[in-house]
């Protein structure tokens, strides 16, 4: 579309070390703003629960004194939070996975092959991207609870896998991709699936980066759907369980704030080691406008 | 939707091959988009209810008017608009300045760029339970003591989710946090790829830094810019975890929104009918705001 990443424009020319300490200042106070919360949550998570709410309001409230795990040790003892943890790490690395080889097949169907129908089709994928989940939520669990799925893996993972957006996004990139790659491998006589595996898809790993992110990010944090569809612990994912572990007494805010940095610990982790994948992946989400 | 491929001839079993590689995503979109869509559409024009003894009957747009001259609902068709007016031009807006800012060529902006963002990747069911004490009442709730520190005591405590009037922009402010890292990332990858030329261009016709701005980087921008109002318009519409988890609606409907009431719906009365119906209007309402936004990025086209 446009030409390759070009620096950043040189709006610095020389500047006078005040107007630089100020600039530096605004962006410390706005990191604060956004890391304070955060560093609420760790704080709160490390210290006796009485104290999580009684020291809210001092400097303490983000640098516990003394730090203690009681609260990590309390959550694994009032619920199952292990089994929480592999419900969201099943449910989201199967939409995830399951996505990536779904969408990726049908975009280079709809980019690549020649078969009857396509074109309609394709206008057709392109009206389900403008449904967003919410407008079916209802009616989708009105489908999951009478085929008898309800408060089961299927009904969170296999309404999903398939995905609009996901079939556009490949759909595009594999536009993009020189021709002359497959048309090599296909004098070759090799198959169609072949060289789908072994020359498209290695070319297109900023696609499959870009859609993982965006489908890990939605699902690991999806709240509607499993409220509607998860009734007991077996199958409930991570975000119902913090909200249920919230209204269960005695009502203790250390417990609660533990459960959420073990929650999003793996989540962060990922984002510092694959940071320029995340950055990319929700940029290029955005490119399509 | 280009035809592609015309000159090279179909190879053998191409038909059937595509065929094979698209099956199985169509028939997810079929079975699990495109038929609830319809379902809701058909059952929205019924009184089905669940585990009722009544028949289910075709009762027209009964459950349209019904949900349409519900004071709460009408109120929560207001919060969404509220909601949408106020969060899309400050996020955007907001976004914009932190995407200016980290895209300086100074130390360090890296490091900004990644806390930013970090709020991104936290789910928003365990954004609502930490803001929840952060917004808590009395002299020690965290935004209290602040409010009071910084006002040098001149703000009262508030009890920010139980106000009628502070509720919703509680949760307003809560959302911004959580989600302005991706609209700045968004146009920071719009900034990034102005070329440079222009900015040259501007420098040696001596244009000063708002004169650049106002010129070339805004203009370039516009497309970024209308993508992530759109994006957060949309969102505004499906607000609904902050709800359920802090306010679950209140004070007096102050904070509910079309999603937390269809899903009342179903919970509290297993009106399914009647939630289905409150999904359509949804899909309406967020359907003529991308057309209206669309029509404008047009009209805004033609003038320049």
Redesign the interface.
Known sequence: ???A????????RRRRPVI?AL??A??VI??A???S??A??VA?SLKPDER???????WQ?VWPREASLQNYRDVFDRVPFGRYFLNSVVITGTIVLGGLV??S??G?????????G??A?????LA?M???L??????????V?ILGWRDTYTAQI???????SA?YLFYSFF?GLP?ELE?AA?TDRAG??RT?LEVVVPNAKPAFATVAVVLF?FF??L??WP??VTIGPEVRP???A??HF?TLPPLK?GD??AF?VM??TP??VL??VF?RW???G???????? | MKPVNRRRPRLRGEGVTAALFAAPALAGLLLFVAVPFGLALGLSLTNLRMGSPLQTRFVGWQQYARVLADPTFQRAMLNNALFAAVVVPVQTTLALLLALAVNQRLRGMVVFRALFFMPVVFPMALVALVWELIYAPGPNGPLNALLGLVTFGGVAPQDFLHDRLLALPAIMLMSIWQGVGFQMVVLLAGLQSIPNELYEAAATERAGRWSQFRHVTLPQLRNPLVFTALVTTVLAFRVFDQVQIMTRGGPLDATTTIMFEAVQAVFERQQVAQAAAMTVVFFFLVLMVTLVQRAAVRQEREVA
């Open positions: 579309m446009r030409p990443r070009t620096p950043p424009p040189v709006t610095v630089a600039n530096y605004l962006l706005a990191a703003a956004f890391v919360p955060i609420f949550m709160g999580v709410l009684a020291e809210a309001g001092s409230a779904v969408n097949l049908a280079y169907a709809f980019a690549r092959l020649r078969w009857r396509r074109d089709l394709l206008g057709v994928v389900l403008v449904l967003p919410q407008s079916i939520a209802v009616p989708l669990f009105y489908e609870t296999l309404p999903f896998v398939a995905n609009a079939v536009l021709r048309e296909w169609m699936l789908f990010l690991w944090g709240f509607l409220l509607l991570l975000p119902v913090i909200a919230q805010w609660i704030m959420g929650m999003v989540v962060l984002f510092l940071q995340f950055v990319q929700v940029a290029a989400s955005g490119r399509k406008g």
